[in-house]
């Protein structure tokens, strides 16, 4: 299986290699439209300022590669906000495939501290389930064999708002998506790469996905 990531200007990126090569897999990694492209994954990740990564991505084009894939293909972090419509980070817009904004957390209380890090557990029952594919018992095929009370790693100081394609709710100065799908879509807020054996399961789950 040839799978994918994204290089653009973002952090993070070794540490998603480094779980996919736990699992087996070898990843490339490029901003080659043609490799994107013949991929069977493409994983979507990084940590950065929503702007210059955009930037980036359009300068090469990449922003319309990425929304017209066709496998399945897994935003992590940014990688999650970079799908939605816009950001609130630098009032950028993004590359629209979750009709939806990212805001930035706004606390309400003095021990709600920005940015959220720190383990948190999601609430893994869908909003709209007819909205998404091969669902089992509920719950989307990138949690399959996962309960409530498992953990996942967050270090993020901007959310993507509830909708319809959200498929897991965290809650943090209010709850907000922690996970989205939408046809071949999926992202996380959450780290899969840093989250033990509870991410590993979600990185597996996503390579075996059958869309």
């Given at each position: 299986?040839?799978?994918?990531?994204?290089?653009?200007?973002?952090?993070?990126?070794?540490?998603?290699?480094?779980?996919?090569?736990?699992?087996?897999?070898?990843?490339?990694?490029?901003?080659?439209?043609?490799?994107?492209?013949?991929?069977?994954?493409?994983?979507?990740?990084?940590?950065?300022?929503?702007?210059?990564?955009?930037?980036?991505?359009?300068?090469?084009?990449?922003?319309?590669?990425?929304?017209?894939?066709?496998?399945?293909?897994?935003?992590?972090?940014?990688?999650?906000?970079?799908?939605?419509?816009?950001?609130?980070?630098?009032?950028?817009?993004?590359?629209?495939?979750?009709?939806?904004?990212?805001?930035?957390?706004?606390?309400?209380k003095h021990?709600?501290?920005?940015?959220?890090?720190?383990?948190?557990?999601?609430?893994?029952?869908?909003?709209?389930?007819?909205?998404?594919?091969?669902t089992d018992?509920?719950?989307?095929?990138?949690?399959?064999?996962?309960?409530?009370?498992?953990?996942?790693?967050?270090?993020?100081?901007?959310?993507?708002?509830?909708?319809?394609?959200?498929?897991?709710?965290?809650?943090?100065?209010?709850?907000?998506?922690?996970?989205?799908?939408?046809?071949?879509?999926?992202?996380?807020?959450?780290?899969?790469?840093?989250?033990?054996?509870?991410?590993?399961?979600?990185?597996?789950?996503?390579?075996?996905?059958?869309?």
């Amino acid at each position: 299986m040839k799978v994918s990531i994204v290089k653009y200007n973002a952090g993070n990126i070794f540490s998603v290699i480094n779980a996919l090569k736990r699992i087996g897999i070898e990843p490339l990694w490029t901003d080659n439209p043609e490799e994107l492209m013949s991929s069977d994954r493409v994983i979507f990740p990084g940590q950065g300022e929503a702007r210059n990564a955009m930037n980036y991505l359009r300068e090469r084009n990449l922003d319309k590669v990425i929304a017209g894939l066709r496998q399945p293909v897994l935003g992590i972090c940014v990688g999650q906000q970079l799908l939605c419509s816009h950001s609130e980070e630098n009032n950028t817009d993004c590359i629209g495939v979750f009709p939806i904004q990212v805001k930035r957390f706004v606390p309400n209380k003095h021990e709600e501290k920005v940015p959220c890090m720190g383990w948190n557990s999601l609430d893994l029952r869908l909003r709209s389930p007819e909205s998404v594919l091969h669902t089992d018992k509920g719950v989307s095929p990138l949690f399959k064999g996962l309960g409530e009370q498992d953990y996942v790693y967050f270090v993020h100081s901007y959310y993507c708002e509830l909708c319809d394609n959200t498929i897991a709710v965290a809650d943090y100065v209010q709850p907000y998506s922690a996970a989205l799908q939408k046809d071949n879509f999926f992202a996380t807020q959450f780290h899969p790469e840093k989250s033990g054996n509870v991410g590993r399961k979600i990185i597996q789950n996503f390579i075996d996905l059958s869309v």
